[in-house]
């Protein structure tokens, strides 16, 4: 809601957005767009997060989970954020689904053309932040300042400062999510999880159980099975999509068991169904859990079983916001806008351009959300899946954000269905030719020269 006393001069606040990727990146610009000053906090070299590769998957800790031959599963044309469309630009990577190089390249181009470098620190890694007054907390109290603790790479200590407000911007796919078999502590042979595969020359003539059929589960099976002796992928339902059973009809090495049930000292592995194989390695695509090892927030947000919260909208904690919000939690989504719309939702909080419920209103509605996923019988570990548009739009009316275009949400749509009827093929031979032309000329794209890209 807009505020109803809102100052002629808009507050400025001491920021610190933690992460440079997609989210992280939106959300500086529009905190500097709105007044405050800005510091965002990298790990990493460069921007990009999730979609800057690290080939060196040796070190203790690894960010990014992006393999080489890895490309979009969403065409280009919906992915970008409201004012800076994802244009094809000569001499990169012109396809429709381009591989992560071209959206890592999109997000410096973004940072670009933005001027964002400037407000961050690279090489920089956050190792606390809490409460700068640690006593009783005033529910929906501005005041609240936060610590800030960071040590860059090379220095000797850690550099301690007060902010605020704190943006956590850090993704959600860099800690591992494993599933818990029986036997999984005496299988000697090597177990890993998909965060570090890059390439599949290592498996080669090997046999291999891949643990899940998500979209990334599919990728790297269907890579694999070109080098490995044979490839076992194990799903949680053998109802699987006609483009995954086109593959395994085309494979003989390929092949498709249920859940595990067991893994056994001499290599064996165990199916529900009580088939078996001994394998060399065990690949594990089961997803990603939230983590957050840097905040302290002395226990009003926790991550249960992968839910995080409670958290209003997805993005505040009642008790803390607006001086502590999140940025990137929700799933299932088309990304870039969402993110963007929570950028400028947070940006107006802080500078006092428009106000939360009352704390009362934001737990109710927290609540209410669970019910509701309760009653669906959606896991908790589900909790920030959103695969709605419907949902996205009415975030969007929170702060006059416009809701997503319908040739956006037509070609999300059109490449999920398309993506489950052909899986080897759909990111080059798509039937939505009409969707994209409505895309290429609405104002997404006709809004800015697309010479000042070239």
Known sequence: MVSDDHQQCAQSKNVCVIGAGPSGLVAARELRKEGHRVVVLEQNHDVGGQWLYD????????????????????????????????????????????????LWLYLKDFCERFGLREMIRFNTRVEYVGMLDCGEIIIGNDLIKWVVKSKEKKADKAVEEVFDAVVVATGHYSYPRLPSIKGMNKWKRKQMHSHIYRVPEPFGNEVVVVVGNSLSGQDISMELVEVAKEVHLSAKSLNISEGLSKVISKHNNLHLHPQIDCLREDGRVTFVDGGWVTADTILYCTGYSYSFPFLDTKGIVVVDDDSVGPLYEHTFPPSLAPSLSFVGIPRKLIGFPFFESQAK??????????????????????????????????????????????????????????????????????????????????????????????????????????????
């Open 55 to 102: 080939p060196n998957t040796d070190q203790t800790e690894v960010h990014s989970s992006v393999y080489a031959s890895l490309r979009l599963t969403s065409p280009r044309e919906i992915m970008g954020y409201t004012d800076f469309p994802f244009l094809v630009k000569k001499g990169r990577d012109v396809r429709r689904f381009p591989g992560y190089k071209e």
């Open 345 to 454: 939702w947070i940006a107006q909080l802080l500078s006092g351009k428009r106000t939360l419920p009352s704390w009362d209103q934001m737990m109710q509605s927290v609540k209410e959300f669970y019910h509701s996923r309760d009653v669906a019988g959606i896991p908790k570990h589900n909790t920030h899946d959103i695969a709605n548009f419907e949902y996205c739009d009415r975030y969007a009316d929170q702060i006059g954000f416009p809701h997503l275009e319908e040739w956006r949400k037509g070609l999300c749509i059109s490449a999920l269905v398309n993506s489950d009827a052909n899986l080897e093929t759909y990111r080059d031979s798509w039937d939505d030719h009409e969707l994209l032309q409505e895309a290429l000329q609405s104002p997404h794209f006709t809004q800015l020269n697309a010479q000042a890209f070239d």
